[in-house]
């Protein structure tokens, strides 16, 4: 349910009629926006090698924590413990953090 309701906060903020994975593929990309497209963007100047490290870490967990944390809980019938349920929810939260900085772009 976090990352459900993290995709819809996404979703919200950006705009976007796409949803977990392929949002945040698109969304989060470091590169401009192409026509049609938007893109959440973390504050600084996008050609600082810090900024693109920020941008591509956030780009790439967001991916993970859909592929790895939300599709697994849905197809996987396994039960976590208690704490490696705890160590997603942090996942999600860092990522969730991260999208509350970001601001939208669009070309």
């Known amino acids: 349910q976090a990352a459900v309701s ?5 979703k919200a903020k950006a705009g976007s009629t796409l949803n977990e994975r392929k949002l ?3 969304v989060f990309a ?5 026509t049609g497209q938007v893109r959440l963007h973390l504050p ?3 050609s ?5 490290s920020r941008q591509q870490g956030l ?3 967001a991916q993970g924590a859909f592929a790895g944390i939300r599709n697994i809980a849905v197809h996987d ?3 976590w413990s208690e704490h490696q349920a705890l160590e997603h929810l942090a996942v999600l939260s860092v990522i969730a953090r991260w999208a509350d900085d970001t601001e939208l772009v669009v070309p």
Do not use: R, Y
């Not at 470091?30 to 192409?34: D, T």
């Not at 600082?48 to 693109?52: G, L, S, Y």
């Open 77 to 79: 019938e396994s039960v």
């Open 24 to 26: 945040v593929q698109q």
């Open 6 to 10: 993290l995709s819809a906060h996404i």
């Open 30 to 34: 470091p590169e401009p926006p192409k």
């Open 44 to 46: 600084g100047d996008a």
């Open 48 to 52: 600082d090698e810090n900024w693109q």
């Open 59 to 61: 780009h790439l967990l």
